[in-house]
């Protein structure tokens, strides 16, 4: 299961400024079959988040009068994928009844949190069974499955072209291709990449060009990331490949703040494999 809060491990070292009204009366409160409390600040979405999807959240994390997290102070809205729920009472189980534009207060048990979510030992100033009060907001949710499958029927790439992990590998001229004159790759040979790796949205992320390609030797792990170079090793220079690897394949809930990658970002490589020169 993706780490959802793993953004409280600051709350070990240190503790963020925010403000709540203290005077505000709390509503009756809900609950969820699994037991986790809860009540509604806005409740109007029409469409609620399915298990695989991305949700994109407003949140602010409090223990008793302090507050933990702030996602204000960057402005940046925190990802979480929707995942079916590692204990009961899990955050998950809130998240799973919202939907765009929902807003909700959430009060997960603070040892379970700890535990399954973080994986940490909880801190000696978190009470025991004390409960941790999440306030939480919808900003965007996205289904990654379908957006691949949207991108693959405008780009007239065959369902074939889909592996069993999920990503998509497709050789636009494959009847020009030079497996049969040069083989595949070799390991510890040096090759070099030109092209691009972009999000499907088409904000260019790397650009790789003649003057400045990016050079690898076969099987070494020298590409990054991982699922790139996998994809990669079966094929020969020369080849001209268009590759969309799913986050799960990629880099993941990480963010990469340098070339403006996301969390969660699906990406689309266009490469062409060319040997060093």
Known sequence: ?????????????TLQSCTTDSSDKTPPLLKTAGGLEYYWIKKSAPVKAEFGDLMALRMRIYAGD???????VSGQPFWVQLTQSAYKGSIQEGLA????????????????LFKFDLGIPMPDWVAPGSRLKLEVGVHRIRNEEGEITTFMGQQGIPDSCRTAAGAVRWKPNAA???KTKSGLLQ??????????????NGQVIRAFTDQEPYYFVQGQDQIKPEGLGALLSSCSPGDSIWIV??????YGRQSLPEVG??????LYFQLRILSAR
């Open 261 to 266: 990658l996301e969390p969660y970002t699906t």
């Open 245 to 250: 690897l799913p986050s799960w394949e990629a």
């Open 176 to 178: 020009k291709s030079s």
């Open 187 to 200: 390991n510890g040979v040096k090759y070099r990449l030109v092209g691009r790796m972009q999000s499907l």
């Open 97 to 112: 009844l919202m939907g765009r534009g929902d807003s909700a207060c959430f009060y997960p048990v603070a040892d379970s």
């Open 66 to 72: 302090s507050c933990l997290y702030d996602g204000s």
């Open 1 to 13: 299961m993706y780490r959802i809060f793993l953004v409280l491990l600051l709350v070990v070292v």
